[in-house]
């Protein structure tokens, strides 16, 4: 039987655009260009290993985001995903992380799933819990923060890589599983697969194609809330030591001064 692998992507701003939040406290996302997460792109690659070692299987990317986060879903395609499914609703509008993980849990339910590969965090967002939470909404095992990952008779082993030690992990497909910009490099995608994925089918999916009411999203549902956000004060300019025999002591004096030392 094939082996149905669901990638979550997320499309993110692009972190060298100006970013603002808008009067409500989200993120301002119609004033920026977007991008599918660098981070997610390692869950992609994964994933298409993954696949090329089975005998037969399929993968699904998934996003939750507005219109335009179909550019990130094409970007997946076009590595060599074979289908996508994108989860755009207005109310989702201020959803956070709790409630994402509802609506991707709903969305993967739907389309079938043996295994979920998710990034390690999101560019933007960088919370790193949403596949844990998909995890336990799914109620399935989660192994999250791999930097090697691989699927053999229905079991999904990979390593993690901690400060002082390695740990070899498995379990038992279905599982939701992560991995780490260690994975291994990301693929860029072919002009053949580029052609491809305009052929390849993108579905969507609004709140109620997944039985989700609005009022358990959006900033309605969203169990944190952003109270006040300030822009970043501008660079001021750095203090120049001039070496006139004394450097190293004014450079010793000024980092005991910022208390670096
Ligand atoms: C339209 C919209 C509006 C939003 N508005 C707000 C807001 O106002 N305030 C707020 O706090 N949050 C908002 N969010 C949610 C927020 O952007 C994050 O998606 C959410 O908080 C998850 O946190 P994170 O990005 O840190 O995820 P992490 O936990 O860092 O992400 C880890 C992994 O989870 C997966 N993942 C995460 N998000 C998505 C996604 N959307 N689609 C597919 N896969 C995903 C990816 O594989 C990613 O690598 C909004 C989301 C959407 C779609």
Excluded: C, N
Aim: proline share 3%; no cysteine.
């Amino acid at each position: 039987m094939s082996l149905r692998i669901v990638v979550t992507v997320k499309y993110v701003p692009d972190a060298t655009g100006d970013r603002h939040f808008a009067d409500d406290l989200t993120v301002d996302r119609d004033d920026v260009d977007g991008l599918l997460s660098e981070l997610d792109e390692y869950a992609v690659e994964q994933a298409l290993q993954i696949a090329d070692a089975a005998d037969d299987a399929e993968i699904t990317v998934l996003t939750v985001g507005p219109e335009d986060a179909k550019d990130a879903l094409r970007k997946a395609l076009s590595m060599g995903a074979d289908k996508a499914i994108h989860v755009e609703d207005d109310d989702l509008h201020g959803t956070d992380a709790i409630g994402t993980s509802l609506v991707l849990a709903k969305a993967i339910e739907k389309a079938g799933f043996d295994l979920v590969v998710s990034g390690m965090a999101s560019t933007d967002g960088t919370m790193g819990v949403v596949p844990a939470l998909v995890a336990e909404r799914l109620g399935v095992p989660q192994v999250t923060l791999l930097s090697e990952v691989s699927v053999e008779d229905g079991v999904v082993k990979g390593r993690r890589d901690g400060d002082s030690a390695s740990e070899q992990l498995e379990a038992s497909l279905p599982a939701v599983v992560s991995v780490t910009d260690q994975s291994g490099e990301a693929r860029y995608p072919s002009f053949k697969g580029i052609m491809a994925a305009k052929k390849k089918p993108v579905q969507s999916w609004d709140l109620s194609d997944l039985g989700l009411e609005a009022e358990e999203v959006g900033l309605e549902g969203a169990y944190s809330v952003v109270d006040s956000a300030a822009q970043r004060p501008a660079r001021t300019a750095g203090t120049i030591v001039k070496d006139e025999g004394e450097g190293g002591k004014q450079l010793a004096a000024f980092l005991a001064g910022q208390k670096f030392i």
